[in-house]
């Protein structure tokens, strides 16, 4: 997840289709002392996946 200059969250995933679905789920309820006050899934492309350096399931991307 990466922070925006506006102070929300953006992140990238891919994968198997529930699995992304459990996260954005997650991702609505937040952690305990969170406010999620929207959540705007959008489809993710594979120039964005490209982004990561080779090897690496997780990081950072710049923000949109």
């Not at 994968?15 to 002392?33: F, N, Q, S, T």
């Not at 969170?34 to 959540?39: E, F, G, K, P, T």
């Not at 899934?41 to 991307?61: C, D, H, I, V, Y």
């Amino acid at each position: 997840a990466a922070e925006r200059p506006d102070l929300a969250r953006e992140r990238v995933a891919a994968g198997e289709a529930d699995k992304v679905d459990a996260l954005i789920e997650a991702c609505r309820k937040g952690p305990p002392a969170c406010r999620v006050s929207a959540v705007d899934p959008s489809e993710t492309n594979e120039e964005m996946l490209a982004m990561r350096p080779r090897g690496q399931k997780f990081g950072t991307l710049p923000t949109v």
